[in-house]
Protein backbone atom coordinates (compact mmCIF):
# COMPACT_ATOMS: atom_id res chain seq x y z
CA UNK A 1 0.00 0.00 0.00
CA UNK A 2 1.15 3.68 -0.68
CA UNK A 3 2.29 5.50 2.10
CA UNK A 4 -0.47 8.81 2.58
CA UNK A 5 1.11 11.43 0.82
CA UNK A 6 3.60 10.18 -1.29
CA UNK A 7 4.21 10.96 -5.05
CA UNK A 8 1.69 7.48 -6.20
CA UNK A 9 -0.25 7.97 -3.16
CA UNK A 10 -1.36 11.68 -4.47
CA UNK A 11 -1.81 10.51 -8.56
CA UNK A 12 -4.32 7.63 -7.00
CA UNK A 13 -6.28 10.67 -5.13
CA UNK A 14 -6.11 12.97 -8.12
CA UNK A 15 -7.61 10.22 -10.68
CA UNK A 16 -10.24 8.84 -7.99
CA UNK A 17 -11.07 12.50 -7.92
CA UNK A 18 -10.91 13.25 -11.12
CA UNK A 19 -13.27 10.07 -11.77
CA UNK A 20 -15.67 10.37 -8.73
CA UNK A 21 -15.70 14.37 -10.48
CA UNK A 22 -16.65 13.31 -13.79
CA UNK A 23 -19.68 11.13 -12.17
CA UNK A 24 -20.79 13.99 -9.60
CA UNK A 25 -20.66 16.65 -12.51
CA UNK A 26 -23.18 14.41 -14.46
CA UNK A 27 -25.44 14.25 -11.92
CA UNK A 28 -24.90 18.36 -10.93
CA UNK A 29 -25.88 18.99 -14.04
CA UNK A 30 -28.86 16.67 -14.43
CA UNK A 31 -30.20 17.81 -11.45
CA UNK A 32 -29.87 21.30 -11.91
CA UNK A 33 -29.95 21.72 -15.41
CA UNK A 34 -33.12 24.18 -15.94
CA UNK A 35 -31.07 26.91 -13.35
CA UNK A 36 -28.15 26.24 -14.96
CA UNK A 37 -29.41 26.74 -18.79
CA UNK A 38 -31.06 29.63 -17.92
CA UNK A 39 -27.98 31.69 -16.18
CA UNK A 40 -25.72 30.74 -18.60
CA UNK A 41 -28.66 31.84 -21.50
CA UNK A 42 -28.68 35.45 -19.66
CA UNK A 43 -24.67 35.39 -19.79
CA UNK A 44 -25.04 34.71 -23.52
CA UNK A 45 -27.39 37.55 -23.86
CA UNK A 46 -25.08 39.88 -22.37
CA UNK A 47 -22.18 39.41 -24.09
CA UNK A 48 -21.48 42.38 -26.15
CA UNK A 49 -21.05 43.02 -29.66
CA UNK A 50 -22.04 39.32 -30.45
CA UNK A 51 -24.58 37.90 -32.32
CA UNK A 52 -26.28 36.25 -29.29
CA UNK A 53 -27.84 39.35 -28.67
CA UNK A 54 -29.64 39.20 -32.24
CA UNK A 55 -30.95 35.35 -31.13
CA UNK A 56 -34.37 35.14 -29.61
CA UNK A 57 -33.49 34.24 -25.81
CA UNK A 58 -35.56 31.16 -26.17
CA UNK A 59 -33.79 29.89 -28.60
CA UNK A 60 -30.75 30.51 -27.03
CA UNK A 61 -32.40 28.26 -23.75
CA UNK A 62 -33.19 25.90 -25.68
CA UNK A 63 -29.43 25.57 -27.12
CA UNK A 64 -27.74 25.98 -23.61
CA UNK A 65 -29.85 23.11 -22.23
CA UNK A 66 -29.37 20.75 -25.02
CA UNK A 67 -25.75 21.52 -24.37
CA UNK A 68 -25.84 20.33 -21.01
CA UNK A 69 -27.70 17.55 -21.47
CA UNK A 70 -24.95 16.58 -24.33
CA UNK A 71 -22.28 16.86 -21.46
CA UNK A 72 -24.01 14.84 -19.13
CA UNK A 73 -25.10 11.92 -21.24
CA UNK A 74 -21.50 12.32 -22.57
CA UNK A 75 -20.41 10.50 -19.01
CA UNK A 76 -22.22 7.23 -20.50
CA UNK A 77 -22.13 7.11 -24.33
CA UNK A 78 -18.31 9.22 -24.91
CA UNK A 79 -17.03 11.95 -26.59
CA UNK A 80 -19.23 11.25 -29.36
CA UNK A 81 -22.10 12.32 -27.97
CA UNK A 82 -20.41 15.49 -27.85
CA UNK A 83 -19.23 16.13 -30.89
CA UNK A 84 -22.81 14.57 -32.23
CA UNK A 85 -24.18 17.76 -30.74
CA UNK A 86 -21.20 19.89 -31.41
CA UNK A 87 -22.21 18.97 -34.99
CA UNK A 88 -25.83 19.83 -35.07
CA UNK A 89 -24.95 22.97 -33.18
CA UNK A 90 -21.90 24.27 -35.44
CA UNK A 91 -24.48 24.13 -38.76
CA UNK A 92 -27.33 26.10 -36.96
CA UNK A 93 -24.74 28.83 -35.51
CA UNK A 94 -23.43 28.95 -38.92
CA UNK A 95 -26.80 29.49 -40.88
CA UNK A 96 -27.35 32.55 -38.12
CA UNK A 97 -23.97 34.54 -39.39
CA UNK A 98 -21.86 33.01 -36.72
CA UNK A 99 -17.90 33.36 -36.37
CA UNK A 100 -16.18 29.96 -34.65
CA UNK A 101 -14.54 32.02 -32.17
CA UNK A 102 -18.08 33.91 -30.73
CA UNK A 103 -19.30 29.61 -30.85
CA UNK A 104 -16.61 29.12 -28.84
CA UNK A 105 -16.51 32.27 -26.34
CA UNK A 106 -20.61 31.18 -25.85
CA UNK A 107 -18.99 27.76 -24.88
CA UNK A 108 -16.87 29.04 -22.39
CA UNK A 109 -19.18 30.89 -20.59
CA UNK A 110 -20.79 27.80 -19.49
CA UNK A 111 -17.52 26.98 -16.82
CA UNK A 112 -18.08 30.05 -15.04
CA UNK A 113 -21.72 29.67 -15.13
CA UNK A 114 -21.18 26.02 -13.24
CA UNK A 115 -17.98 27.02 -11.17
CA UNK A 116 -21.06 28.14 -8.04
CA UNK A 117 -22.57 24.69 -8.85
CA UNK A 118 -19.57 22.69 -8.52
CA UNK A 119 -18.05 24.38 -5.66
CA UNK A 120 -21.28 23.92 -3.68
CA UNK A 121 -21.51 20.32 -4.50
CA UNK A 122 -17.92 19.46 -3.52
CA UNK A 123 -18.36 20.92 0.11
CA UNK A 124 -14.90 21.04 1.82
CA UNK A 125 -13.11 19.36 -0.90
CA UNK A 126 -10.84 21.34 -3.55
CA UNK A 127 -9.68 18.51 -4.88
CA UNK A 128 -13.22 16.94 -5.52
CA UNK A 129 -13.90 20.55 -7.32
CA UNK A 130 -10.64 20.91 -9.33
CA UNK A 131 -11.63 17.01 -10.28
CA UNK A 132 -15.00 18.15 -11.46
CA UNK A 133 -14.01 21.35 -13.33
CA UNK A 134 -10.79 19.66 -15.21
CA UNK A 135 -13.95 16.89 -16.77
CA UNK A 136 -16.33 20.06 -17.83
CA UNK A 137 -12.82 21.64 -18.91
CA UNK A 138 -12.14 18.43 -21.52
CA UNK A 139 -15.77 18.04 -22.64
CA UNK A 140 -15.47 21.77 -23.71
CA UNK A 141 -12.23 21.02 -25.14
CA UNK A 142 -13.71 18.48 -27.74
CA UNK A 143 -16.75 20.11 -28.61
CA UNK A 144 -14.53 23.59 -28.71
CA UNK A 145 -12.36 21.27 -31.00
CA UNK A 146 -15.39 19.97 -33.11
CA UNK A 147 -16.62 23.44 -33.73
CA UNK A 148 -13.20 24.62 -35.02
CA UNK A 149 -12.65 21.56 -37.13
CA UNK A 150 -16.42 21.51 -38.69
CA UNK A 151 -16.66 25.65 -39.78
CA UNK A 152 -12.95 25.49 -41.31
CA UNK A 153 -14.42 22.34 -43.65
CA UNK A 154 -17.55 24.46 -44.02
CA UNK A 155 -15.36 27.78 -45.17
CA UNK A 156 -13.05 24.98 -46.97
CA UNK A 157 -16.13 24.34 -48.91
CA UNK A 158 -17.77 27.73 -49.92
CA UNK A 159 -14.11 28.58 -51.22
CA UNK A 160 -14.24 25.51 -53.70
CA UNK A 161 -17.46 26.50 -54.41
CA UNK A 162 -16.84 30.32 -55.15
CA UNK A 163 -13.46 29.13 -57.15
CA UNK A 164 -15.82 26.87 -59.29
CA UNK A 165 -18.28 29.40 -59.88
CA UNK A 166 -15.42 31.84 -60.76
CA UNK A 167 -14.05 29.04 -63.13
CA UNK A 168 -17.20 28.30 -64.80
CA UNK A 169 -17.30 32.18 -65.26
CA UNK A 170 -14.68 32.45 -66.64
CA UNK A 171 -15.03 29.54 -69.20
CA UNK A 172 -18.06 31.11 -70.36
CA UNK A 173 -16.24 34.31 -70.87
CA UNK A 174 -13.74 32.81 -72.75
CA UNK A 175 -15.75 31.09 -74.79
CA UNK A 176 -17.89 33.83 -75.53
CA UNK A 177 -14.76 36.16 -76.31
CA UNK A 178 -12.87 33.99 -78.89
CA UNK A 179 -14.80 30.56 -79.62
CA UNK A 180 -17.56 32.43 -80.54
CA UNK A 181 -16.08 35.17 -82.13
CA UNK A 182 -13.62 33.39 -84.22
CA UNK A 183 -16.93 31.18 -85.81
CA UNK A 184 -18.76 34.56 -86.48
CA UNK A 185 -16.09 35.59 -88.36
CA UNK A 186 -15.86 31.82 -90.58
CA UNK A 187 -20.18 32.51 -90.66
CA UNK A 188 -19.09 35.91 -92.13
CA UNK A 189 -16.28 35.19 -94.30
CA UNK A 190 -18.11 32.30 -95.94
CA UNK A 191 -21.22 34.39 -96.32
CA UNK A 192 -18.76 36.87 -98.13
CA UNK A 193 -17.43 34.20 -100.13
CA UNK A 194 -20.74 33.13 -101.52
CA UNK A 195 -21.75 36.20 -102.72
CA UNK A 196 -18.68 36.45 -104.20
CA UNK A 197 -18.60 33.68 -106.30
CA UNK A 198 -22.00 34.29 -107.42
CA UNK A 199 -20.67 37.46 -109.24
CA UNK A 200 -17.84 35.52 -110.69
CA UNK A 201 -15.03 37.31 -108.24
CA UNK A 202 -13.25 34.10 -107.78
CA UNK A 203 -10.00 35.57 -106.45
CA UNK A 204 -11.51 37.73 -103.99
CA UNK A 205 -14.05 34.77 -102.71
CA UNK A 206 -10.68 32.47 -102.59
CA UNK A 207 -9.47 35.43 -100.39
CA UNK A 208 -12.40 35.34 -98.03
CA UNK A 209 -12.10 31.34 -97.71
CA UNK A 210 -9.10 31.68 -96.67
CA UNK A 211 -9.87 34.19 -93.86
CA UNK A 212 -12.76 31.57 -92.47
CA UNK A 213 -10.07 28.73 -92.89
CA UNK A 214 -7.86 30.83 -90.54
CA UNK A 215 -10.85 31.63 -88.46
CA UNK A 216 -11.94 27.93 -87.78
CA UNK A 217 -7.80 27.15 -87.18
CA UNK A 218 -8.16 30.19 -84.38
CA UNK A 219 -11.49 28.67 -83.20
CA UNK A 220 -10.30 24.74 -83.05
CA UNK A 221 -6.82 26.61 -80.93
CA UNK A 222 -9.39 28.06 -78.77
CA UNK A 223 -11.44 24.73 -78.04
CA UNK A 224 -8.56 22.49 -77.78
CA UNK A 225 -7.88 24.44 -74.28
CA UNK A 226 -10.65 25.16 -72.90
CA UNK A 227 -12.31 21.33 -72.98
CA UNK A 228 -8.83 20.87 -71.40
CA UNK A 229 -9.36 23.19 -68.33
CA UNK A 230 -12.91 21.46 -68.23
CA UNK A 231 -10.60 18.58 -66.93
CA UNK A 232 -10.70 19.46 -62.99
CA UNK A 233 -10.12 16.16 -61.59
CA UNK A 234 -6.36 16.47 -62.92
CA UNK A 235 -4.47 19.00 -60.93
CA UNK A 236 -6.22 16.62 -57.71
CA UNK A 237 -4.61 13.46 -58.93
CA UNK A 238 -1.79 14.06 -60.73
CA UNK A 239 -0.42 17.71 -58.90
CA UNK A 240 1.12 20.52 -60.56
CA UNK A 241 3.62 19.15 -62.28
CA UNK A 242 1.35 16.26 -63.73
CA UNK A 243 -1.11 19.12 -64.71
CA UNK A 244 1.36 21.15 -66.02
CA UNK A 245 2.75 18.53 -68.30
CA UNK A 246 -0.58 16.92 -69.15
CA UNK A 247 -1.60 20.77 -70.70
CA UNK A 248 1.64 21.47 -72.58
CA UNK A 249 1.32 18.21 -74.08
CA UNK A 250 -2.32 18.28 -75.11
CA UNK A 251 -2.81 21.74 -75.99
CA UNK A 252 1.03 23.62 -76.94
CA UNK A 253 2.28 20.61 -78.62
CA UNK A 254 -0.59 20.23 -80.60
CA UNK A 255 -0.38 23.62 -81.85
CA UNK A 256 2.83 23.27 -83.21
CA UNK A 257 4.82 25.53 -80.33
CA UNK A 258 8.03 23.61 -78.84
CA UNK A 259 7.14 23.06 -74.76
CA UNK A 260 9.32 22.66 -72.37
CA UNK A 261 8.58 21.71 -68.62
CA UNK A 262 11.70 21.70 -65.96
CA UNK A 263 10.59 20.48 -62.43
CA UNK A 264 13.52 20.28 -60.85
CA UNK A 265 12.74 17.73 -57.80
CA UNK A 266 9.67 18.78 -57.21
CA UNK A 267 6.94 16.03 -55.80
CA UNK A 268 3.38 17.14 -54.61
CA UNK A 269 3.19 20.77 -52.89
CA UNK A 270 -0.01 21.96 -50.72
CA UNK A 271 -2.70 22.27 -52.52
CA UNK A 272 -3.91 25.44 -52.14
CA UNK A 273 0.10 26.20 -53.70
CA UNK A 274 -0.50 23.98 -56.49
CA UNK A 275 -3.84 25.65 -57.88
CA UNK A 276 -2.81 29.22 -57.68
CA UNK A 277 0.07 28.18 -59.81
CA UNK A 278 -1.58 25.91 -62.06
CA UNK A 279 -4.06 28.86 -62.64
CA UNK A 280 -1.13 31.42 -63.05
CA UNK A 281 0.73 29.45 -65.47
CA UNK A 282 -2.90 28.60 -67.45
CA UNK A 283 -3.56 32.12 -68.01
CA UNK A 284 0.36 33.01 -68.84
CA UNK A 285 0.15 29.93 -71.48
CA UNK A 286 -3.10 31.41 -72.89
CA UNK A 287 -1.82 34.48 -73.38
CA UNK A 288 1.04 33.19 -75.29
CA UNK A 289 -1.23 31.12 -77.59
CA UNK A 290 -3.33 34.45 -78.35
CA UNK A 291 -1.24 37.15 -78.09
CA UNK A 292 2.45 36.39 -78.40
CA UNK A 293 3.21 34.90 -81.81
CA UNK A 294 6.01 32.55 -80.21
CA UNK A 295 7.72 29.18 -81.40
CA UNK A 296 8.86 28.22 -77.82
CA UNK A 297 7.57 28.01 -74.72
CA UNK A 298 9.34 27.03 -71.31
CA UNK A 299 8.03 26.24 -68.03
CA UNK A 300 10.48 25.63 -65.03
CA UNK A 301 9.41 24.93 -61.64
CA UNK A 302 11.80 24.52 -58.42
CA UNK A 303 11.18 24.46 -55.18
CA UNK A 304 13.78 25.13 -52.26
CA UNK A 305 13.15 24.80 -47.96
CA UNK A 306 11.09 27.71 -47.70
CA UNK A 307 9.59 28.53 -51.40
CA UNK A 308 8.48 27.08 -54.53
CA UNK A 309 9.29 29.51 -58.01
CA UNK A 310 7.79 29.01 -61.22
CA UNK A 311 8.85 30.83 -64.58
CA UNK A 312 6.92 30.60 -67.66
CA UNK A 313 8.97 32.60 -70.58
CA UNK A 314 8.47 33.02 -74.09
CA UNK A 315 9.87 33.78 -77.24
CA UNK A 316 6.78 35.74 -78.49
CA UNK A 317 6.62 39.26 -80.05
CA UNK A 318 6.66 40.50 -76.33
CA UNK A 319 4.82 43.62 -75.00
CA UNK A 320 5.29 47.22 -72.84
CA UNK A 321 4.06 46.06 -69.32
CA UNK A 322 3.35 49.32 -68.44
CA UNK A 323 0.83 50.26 -71.16
CA UNK A 324 -1.34 47.62 -69.62
CA UNK A 325 -1.80 48.82 -66.96
CA UNK A 326 -1.20 46.26 -64.43
CA UNK A 327 -4.37 44.44 -65.42
CA UNK A 328 -4.62 43.65 -69.31
CA UNK A 329 -3.79 40.38 -70.97
CA UNK A 330 -5.04 38.73 -67.79
CA UNK A 331 -2.31 40.15 -64.99
CA UNK A 332 -5.16 41.03 -62.84
CA UNK A 333 -6.37 38.03 -62.47
CA UNK A 334 -2.61 36.34 -62.04
CA UNK A 335 -1.98 38.93 -58.89
CA UNK A 336 -5.41 37.94 -57.39
CA UNK A 337 -3.88 33.96 -57.32
CA UNK A 338 -0.26 34.81 -56.01
CA UNK A 339 -1.52 37.76 -53.30
CA UNK A 340 -3.98 34.28 -51.91
CA UNK A 341 -1.03 32.53 -50.99
CA UNK A 342 1.32 35.15 -49.89
CA UNK A 343 3.09 34.90 -53.28
CA UNK A 344 5.31 37.52 -55.33
CA UNK A 345 4.91 37.90 -58.43
CA UNK A 346 6.41 39.71 -61.42
CA UNK A 347 6.18 39.95 -65.67
CA UNK A 348 8.91 40.82 -67.38
CA UNK A 349 8.50 42.26 -71.21
CA UNK A 350 9.33 44.21 -73.99
CA UNK A 351 8.68 44.35 -77.61
CA UNK A 352 10.45 42.03 -79.61
CA UNK A 353 11.99 40.40 -76.17
CA UNK A 354 9.25 37.80 -75.17
CA UNK A 355 7.51 37.36 -71.86
CA UNK A 356 8.72 36.11 -68.51
CA UNK A 357 6.09 35.48 -65.54
CA UNK A 358 8.06 34.86 -62.54
CA UNK A 359 6.54 33.64 -59.27
CA UNK A 360 7.85 32.92 -55.51
CA UNK A 361 5.52 31.23 -53.63
CA UNK A 362 6.39 30.87 -49.73
CA UNK A 363 5.98 27.73 -48.44
CA UNK A 364 5.64 28.67 -44.78
CA UNK A 365 4.44 26.26 -42.52
CA UNK A 366 2.91 23.33 -45.14
CA UNK A 367 6.06 21.96 -46.28
CA UNK A 368 5.98 20.18 -49.50
CA UNK A 369 5.58 16.46 -49.66
CA UNK A 370 9.07 14.71 -50.01
CA UNK A 371 8.54 12.28 -53.13
CA UNK A 372 10.83 13.94 -55.67
CA UNK A 373 10.55 14.24 -59.23
CA UNK A 374 13.78 14.69 -61.25
CA UNK A 375 13.87 17.23 -64.06
CA UNK A 376 11.62 16.70 -66.60
CA UNK A 377 10.96 17.70 -70.50
CA UNK A 378 7.64 17.47 -72.31
CA UNK A 379 8.60 15.91 -75.48
CA UNK A 380 8.87 18.28 -78.51
CA UNK A 381 7.02 17.69 -81.94
Known amino acids: MDEPGSAEWRRRASAACIRIGGELLATLLRQHRDSIAARWTERLCQLQGSRYGQCAPEELLQWSTSAIDAIA ?27 VDEVIEGLLLLGDTVLPYVAGAAGDSPALAVGMMREL ?19 RRTAEQVAVL ?6 ARDLHDSVSQSLYGVSMWAEAAARLLE ?8 ANLRDARN ?21 HEDGLVGALRARLSGVEERVGLRAVLRAEGIGRLPFVIEEALYGIAREALNNSLRHAHATRLDVR ?10 EVADNGVGFNVASTGGGGLGLGGMRERAERIGASLSVDSAPRRGTAVRVRAPLAAAGPQQAATPEKAVPSS
Open 73 to 99: RSRDAGVEELEAHARVMAGEREAQGFE
Open 137 to 155: GADMRVMAAQFARLFAESK
Open 166 to 171: EERQRL
Open 199 to 206: GGQIEEAA
Open 215 to 235: SATEALREMRFLIFELRPSIL
Open 301 to 310: LQVSSDAVVM
